[in-house]
Structures are given as structure tokens and as C-alpha cells.
């Protein structure tokens, strides 16, 4: 089983707690597996081939964790990675493939870098994990000193020796890699005051062979829920956390008022089964079901509600004692239907992500658990919430932002997986508090449409059904609950994750809305750049830039820093590396004192890039070279380079370069310039990607595609290509602009390029911005991308684009030209506009790798 998800903190001690009848335990079990397809088991091999070249041995390998569809044809692939066919905790990558399944990003977090005997420690500079020092030795001994089932005494021995199995417990025999933080070089005299979240990095202290043991225990009719890692060889405890976690009828609803809700015909009856959600599940479509007082102990949900007429409830609170079935008990379910109606439509109308795992796995809602239950919790066993009417502190817990926090645990849960503790436990609430606040937006603006409006959210998790009117949490500012930090600290991985949420809560609240100059709530101490008041990108940008991170970037053991730059790339992969959503983020972070604050774009007296480093594509044992120019601030300028968002020690030029090796391939290399003012004002620039092919493999098929050498390589409208106000360009100074006119024109631009007939692989991408002043979703001027023979015909049409597809900043198009392997073939971009009102199609970063 994993994690339950419930709202409440755990200091809220006086509150009914979960307890149940005994479960007998059944046999162990390991994580399970994914069955692996041929395309999964050609990836699988192609990470193998990666780590061969990397110099890791054939005792490193990887299991196929979970999958998710992405947006436009994409799969998301999470994997392990194992050793001597043991999972290496936390150790582990995300896999975004497209439909000919080609690796289009990848999110890693290796910890395995020390296992090996063969590997030395800095082998590998782009891992996210280093190693601390030569404890950190090759794991040769696999052999536990006890089994699987001793493993569960003990820990229920420690944790619950009068208690009973609520659910069966699980052991899995596995690496645990035992961490610790160390200083960067530049913090290393910096007060413990003074440290920010980028000051500190997580390495591996020693390996581990350990079993992570999962236990649901009762003591006394309360919950003992714990995931344990005990140390296979000596039995003791490596780490543990607790894992209970805790927050189209008419249908009156107790929050909302009269509300539409879906529901289905039975007979003569009607019944709270939406089958236009989601499919499968337990009862074969979203369903709220009456636990009616079933005890909290072990709830059942019982059956799906049902009603002679297509009208629910009377929008009051519980009455306790009362029938569950009328007008009055019908309220709880009306409440939990429109909650989860909503969380499902935000996903899936805005996000394209279908229920909670991506699959349209229908779930369902209990309602009435027990009797005066002043809790509500998403239970991952049966992939479903359960929803207490409330006691001394509550009123009925199906508010629109706990049903959207609660389903949003079971999302975390399908991918993720955050693990429930220190920041990556804080992280893991957040999401849901986050959540909650977007599906609550969405629904008071109607429920409706492909974007989250821009308000109706208040802010707050959990303000409507608190009897005294204080909410749970405040994501604009943390701490007015009394508990929760404001901003990251080096104890923030040491509290409740209830509270060490808060920080996130408010970066994405500052995210979307911005920030105050002015001492107050909406202030932060740690925006230093200017404007003094950070600019917010909105609750629709914000939520899908976290939300993408979150399932496509995060790893489960993704702490405060790590989020920061995964979601920092997706900003940029989503508008651009330098846009104003990118820029937002860094600020956001900043805030709450993760990564250094920044100058907004046009802002004076700060130190801005003037030429962004330009993604190359050499062969091995050729140089790599890359190149920032900066402007405005107070010169002289210094600079350093990252390579991963890992600092690359002695890289301090205007120019970076290095020998290619095969291993480099993909690596990402940013750069930040500091100015000599005091204090120094920074900036950091866009992400330029080193790609390393074999030689004579092919390569970079396209001649000057990131338009800096002008015309070159390019036939057609070539006075498209430049640098012109009005636009910008994706990296570098120049870009191919197409369009833009306003009357009736056509412009082209065309590259012949040869791809060999030994290449494995040939994809074409390029970074696209499409704006207008057209009204409405009428098609009037179009771009086609194409291949054409020598001779002008067409061989295949790529994409078309329109005005209906504008959107903020660059998105990046990619596509699989394999087909044309062995051709010379010529790539054509066409625009037409017609004569009224200007639509431009701005082009930059065009590529096509063959190898």
C-alpha cells in the first residue's frame, strides 16, 4: 500500500484519529514493476547504453516504476535505478518520449555514482547527487542478515508492539543511500543565518542494504501508520516518517449554493455515478458513495448514492444523528460530487491530465465516515477520499479546496511520489494546497473553459468549513497560522510537513500574484532586485508551469532547490529561457529565499544578458564552446557556469569549453554574470544544450539554424531573418520572422539537408512563437511546415499552425523525420497571412539531429 493523504496537521491532537479492525499480513512484496512494451524496453536500452558509456558497470540497471500519457502524443516514464538488481532508493529518473519514442526531456536523480567499484566519484559531473568522501564505498555484500518477515517484527516491534495490522505490511529489500548536507565552496563561511536553500547540497554519505518497511498499524484505536528503513545487516533504524497524511442534476450545496451536478439514471432513480468521468475504477465512473457512520477505524463506503428526483440536498450542515439519505444527508455528497466533478475538469480541460493518474482511472468520495469526524484524507489503497461530517472543529470537510487538495495527493501519489518527508514532504503538501486553490478557482469562475481564471480563489486551505473562520493554512503568508516559515531555512527539513509547506505555498502565491514593495503580508525581505514588487504571471501560467514540473521533472526525493530549478526549466521549455514567466520563477524562488533574486526585464540600473549561449551539436573529442555577453550594471563583469544547475569549478570567462565526450551529451550549461556594484547586482542566462554524436553519424543536419550567422544556409524570404524590435528571439540575437504583415502576403523559408541512411534516428525541432491581432478562434493565416523533394513536392506536412494557436512566449516543436533517412529532402516553413490583421510566426533554434 501507499501513503495516505489527509488534510489536518498532526498537532491537532484532540481529533478523532483513524483506527480499524485487524488485517492479517500477507507475504512481502517489492516495489511492483511495470510490464515493459518493446518501445519501453528500447528505451530501457537506450539508458543502458548511456550509463555503458559512462563507465558504470553491468550491475547498474533499471525498473520500469509507472507511466503516464503527456500532451501531444507524449508517454511519461518514471524508472528506477537498480544495483545488482536491488532498487537504489530515491536514485531514479523521469522519461518524456513522443510518439516515436524519442527521448524529448529527462529529469534525473542518480545516487549511484559510489556504488560501483569501476566508477570513480567524479566520472560523472552531471549527476544530481555527489558523493562526500571515500566512506562512501562500493556496496559488494548483498546478502541481508535476516529475511523479509523479521524485517516487519522488528519495525512493528518499535514502532506498535500491542498494535494490529490495519493493512498487510510490505518489505522490500533495497540500497538505501544515507545522506547528508555539505556547503558549497562559496557558503563555506557564510553565517548559519545567512544560507540559502543553493548554498547547501545533498550527498551521499555511505550506502545502506536495507529493507523499506511498510506498516499500517492500530494501538488503542488510533492509527500508527509508519514507513521505516531498517538496516538489513544490524536491524537498526535508518530512517523513518509517519505515513498518515493528513486534509447534470441540481444538487444544493452546503459552500456553493445551487450547483449542477452530473449524474446517471438507474431505473426509475437517479444516482451519483458520473460516468462522463473517468472509467473503470470500483464502480465504473466517479462516484460518491454513503459510509453512513461507518467507523473510521476501517470505513466502508458503502453505496452509491441514490434519489427517486434529479434534486439533492437542502445546502445545510449535517445534522448529527439525522438520516444520511434525505435532503439533509445528501448535502455531504452533493458538496463532495461538485468537488470532485471540478478537480477532474481543471486537470483535464486546462492540463489535459485525466483524473489522478493520468489514465482516467475513475475514483470515488465516502461520505459520513463516522460520527461527529472532524478529518478528511485521500486513502491511496483504493485510490479514493473519505469525507467526515464534522465535530468540535469543523464543519462537513468537502469544501471545494479540500476535495481539490485531497484528489491532488492522489496525483502526487500516481506520479512523483514526493516522499512524505522533509522538504520533499513539505513540497509534497504544497502540491495539494495548491491544488486545492487552482480547482477552487476554476469552479467559482463556472467550471468551464481551457484556462484557471485569474481569481476567485481566496488564498487559503480549508477557511469555509473552520468553525471559528481561521483556515488551516495561508499560502500568501505562512506564518499567520502560527507555525508554517515564511521561507526556506536549514530546519525547514526538520518540522511537520504540514508547515514546512508553507514556503512553497507562498513562492507560488507570489508566482501568480506578485509581491508588495510595502512591509506586510504580501512582502518578502529577500526580493532585493528590481522592481521592489515582483511581477506575477497569473494562477493559469503559475499552475501550469508547477504542475508540468511535478510530473514530468520531480523525483521523489526533489527537495527546495531541486523544485527551484525543475521548475525554472519548464518555464523556459513552456515561454523562453529569458521570458518573463522565467524570470517570475527565479523571483518567486527568491522570495522565500531559495536561489538569488534577480532584476526584471526593463528594469533599471541592473545587469541584463546581451548574448545568450547557443546550443551546439559537435561529434566526440571535438571542442564545445559556449559564450554570454552582458550589458548595463557596473562593469567588469565576472561570470560562472553550471552544468545541471551544478557549478563548474574554475569556469569563470565570458567562454566556457570543454573536449566532448559522449557522456556530455544532453548536458545543459547556464551561465550567471555578476557586476562589480555593490551589493552586485546578477543575471542568468537561458539554457543552451550540448548535443554529442558519434562521428560520421550524421549529426547536426541544419546549417546555422539559431539565425546568428545571418542568411547563411537559408534560401527563400531571408529578409525574414535578423534582429528587429518588436520580438525577441528564443536565444541568441537573431531569429527568422515570418509574418507579422497585416495584408495578404506568403513568405518561406527552406533548407535542403541530407539525412544519411545510417543514421538510427533523425528529429527535427525548432522553438516557435506565434502572436496576433486576430479575434477569436477562426483560422485566418497559417504557417505549414513541411518537407518537400529537391523538385518542390511535398513529402509529408509536419504541422500547421494559425493564429488560433498564439500563446506567450516559445514553444518547442519537435518531430520525427526518420522516414526520410537515406534523402536529400528540403525542410520549408510557408506562412500566409490574409489582408486584415497581423498574425507573426517567429522561428529560432532550428535542428535536425541525425545519429
Not at 447 to 463: C, E, H
Request: glycine residues 10%; negative net charge.
Amino acid at each position: 500500500m501507499n501513503l495516505r493523504k489527509t488534510l489536518l496537521a498532526a498537532s491537532i491532537a484532540a481529533m478523532p484519529l483513524m483506527v480499524t479492525t485487524p488485517a492479517s499480513a500477507a507475504a512481502p512484496v517489492a516495489t511492483p514493476a511495470v510490464t515493459a512494451t518493446l518501445q519501453d524496453q528500447s528505451l530501457l536500452a537506450t539508458l543502458a547504453q548511456r550509463d555503458t558509456q559512462r563507465g558504470l558497470g553491468s550491475d547498474n540497471s533499471f525498473r520500469l516504476a509507472n507511466q503516464h500519457p503527456g500532451v501531444d502524443g507524449q508517454k511519461i516514464t518514471r524508472v528506477h535505478h537498480t544495483y545488482k538488481d536491488l532498487r537504489v532508493f530515491g536514485s531514479e529518473e523521469v522519461v518524456v518520449t513522443d510518439g516515436g519514442g524519442n527521448i524529448v526531456s529527462l529529469s534525473v536523480a542518480d545516487k549511484r555514482a559510489g556504488l560501483d567499484a569501476n566508477v570513480a566519484q567524479d566520472s560523472n559531473p552531471d549527476r544530481t547527487v555527489a558523493l562526500a568522501g571515500p566512506q562512501a564505498t562500493p556496496l559488494d555484500n548483498i546478502k541481508p542478515a535476516f529475511n523479509a518477515d523479521a524485517a516487519i517484527a522488528r519495525v512493528a516491534k518499535k514502532v506498535a508492539p500491542t498494535g494490529e495490522h490495519r493493512w498487510p505490511p510490505t518489505a522490500e529489500l533495497l540500497i538505501y543511500p544515507v545522506m547528508t548536507s555539505v556547503r558549497t565552496a562559496e557558503a563555506a563561511d557564510k553565517s548559519e543565518d545567512e544560507l540559502n536553500a543553493l548554498d547547501l547540497q545533498d550527498v551521499v554519505q555511505r550506502y545502506a542494504l536495507a529493507y523499506y518497511v511498510q506498516t499500517r498499524m492500530i494501538v488503542d484505536r488510533k492509527p500508527v501508520y509508519h514507513d521505516t528503513i531498517i538496516d538489513a545487516r544490524t536491524g537498526d533504524v535508518l530512517a523513518q516518517w509517519q505515513a498518515l497524511q493528513t486534509v447534470v442534476g441540481t444538487g444544493n450545496s452546503q459552500y456553493n449554493g445551487a450547483v449542477p451536478i452530473s449524474t446517471s439514471q438507474n431505473g426509475s432513480n437517479f444516482q451519483m455515478l458520473d460516468t462522463t468521468r473517468g472509467t473503470g475504477g470500483k464502480f465504473g465512473g466517479m462516484a460518491i458513495t454513503n459510509a453512513n457512520h461507518s467507523s473510521q477505524q476501517n470505513p466502508s463506503p458503502g453505496n452509491v448514492y441514490t434519489n427517486s428526483t434529479n434534486t439533492w440536498g437542502d445546502g445545510k450542515q449535517y445534522i448529527p444523528g439525522g438520516s444520511t439519505t434525505n435532503a439533509n444527508g445528501q448535502t455531504a455528497a452533493v458538496n463532495a460530487l461538485w468537488g470532485l466533478m471540478n478537480t477532474y475538469d481543471t486537470n483535464k480541460n486546462v492540463l489535459g491530465w485525466q483524473s489522478l493518474d493520468g489514465n482516467n482511472t475513475a475514483t470515488y468520495i465516502a461520505v459520513h465516515v463516522d460520527n461527529a469526524y472532524d478529518n478528511a484524507f485521500y486513502d491511496s489503497g483504493c485510490k479514493c477520499m473519505f469525507i467526515g461530517d464534522g465535530g468540535q472543529y469543523f464543519y462537513n470537510l468537502g469544501s471545494i479546496d479540500v476535495i481539490g487538495h485531497e484528489m491532488s495527493h492522489g496525483i502526487t501519489d500516481a506520479t512523483s511520489n514526493l516522499v512524505y518527508a522533509g522538504e520533499s514532504g513539505g513540497l509534497n503538501e504544497s502540491h495539494s494546497d495548491i491544488g486545492g486553490d487552482m480547482v477552487e478557482a476554476y469552479a467559482r469562475a463556472g467550471g468551464t473553459g481551457t484556462v484557471i481564471p485569474a481569481s476567485g480563489n481566496d488564498w487559503m486551505t480549508g477557511k469555509e468549513i473552520a468553525r471559528d473562520g481561521q483556515p488551516l493554512r495561508y499560502l500568501y503568508k505562512p506564518s499567520k497560522d502560527g507555525r508554517s516559515p515564511d521561507a526556506w531555512s536549514t530546519n525547514l527539513k526538520n518540522i511537520d510537513v504540514h508547515y514546512s509547506s508553507g514556503p512553497n505555498n507562498r513562492m507560488f502565491y507570489f508566482l501568480s500574484q506578485g509581491s508588495k514593495a510595502e512591509s506586510g503580508d504580501y512582502n518578502s525581505q529577500y526580493l532585493t532586485r528590481s522592481p521592489a514588487a515582483m511581477t506575477g504571471i497569473g494562477n493559469d501560467k503559475a499552475y501550469r508551469i508547477w504542475f508540468k514540473a511535478l510530473t514530468t521533472k520531480f523525483t521523489s526525493s526533489t527537495n527546495y532547490a531541486d523544485a527551484r530549478a525543475k521548475v525554472l526549466q519548464v518555464a523556459q521549455e513552456l515561454y523562453g529561457a529569458s521570458s518573463k514567466e522565467a524570470i517570475a520563477v527565479q523571483r518567486a524562488y527568491a522570495a522565500i529565499n531559495v536561489g538569488a533574486d534577480i532584476d526584471e526585464a526593463g528594469s533599471s540600473g541592473g545587469v541584463s544578458i546581451a548574448t545568450q549561449p547557443a546550443s551546439v551539436a559537435v561529434t566526440v573529442g571535438a571542442t564545445a564552446s559556449f559564450s554570454v555577453a552582458a550589458s548595463g550594471g557596473t562593469p567588469p563583469y565576472t561570470y560562472t557556469w553550471y552544468r545541471n544547475g551544478t557549478l563548474i569549478a574554475g569556469a569563470t570567462g565570458p567562454t566556457y569549453s570543454l573536449t566532448a565526450t559522449q557522456a556530455d551529451n544532453g548536458a545543459v550549461f547556464t551561465a550567471q554574470v555578476r557586476d562589480a556594484s555593490s551589493p552586485a547586482k546578477t543575471a542568468t542566462s537561458g539554457e543552451a544544450t550540448l548535443t554529442v554524436v558519434t562521428a560520421g553519424s550524421g549529426g547536426e543536419r541544419i546549417t546555422n539554424g539559431g539565425f546568428e550567422a545571418g542568411t547563411t544556409g537559408w534560401a527563400g524570404s531571408t529578409t525574414a531573418i535578423g534582429s528587429f524590435s518588436g520580438q525577441a528571439p528564443f536565444e541568441g540575437q537573431r531569429f527568422a520572422w515570418l509574418g507579422g504583415n497585416g495584408k495578404r502576403t506568403t513568405e518561406t523559408l527552406t533548407q535542403s539537408v541530407t539525412i544519411p541512411s545510417s543514421a538510427a534516428s533523425a528529429k527535427l525541432s525548432f522553438a516557435l512563437h506565434i502572436d496576433t491581432d486576430e479575434i477569436g478562434r477562426a483560422t485566418y493565416d497559417r504557417l505549414v511546415v513541411a518537407v518537400k523533394s529537391s523538385s518542390g513536392a511535398v513529402l509529408g506536412t509536419l504541422a500547421t499552425y494559425s493564429n488560433a494557436n498564439a500563446a506567450d512566449g516559445y514553444q518547442v516543436r519537435t518531430f520525427d523525420l526518420s522516414a526520410y533517412r537515406g534523402q536529400t529532402v528540403t525542410l520549408s516553413f510557408m506562412a500566409t497571412e490574409d489582408s486584415w490583421q497581423q498574425t507573426s510566426f517567429v522561428i529560432d533554434k532550428v535542428s535536425l539531429v541525425a545519429q
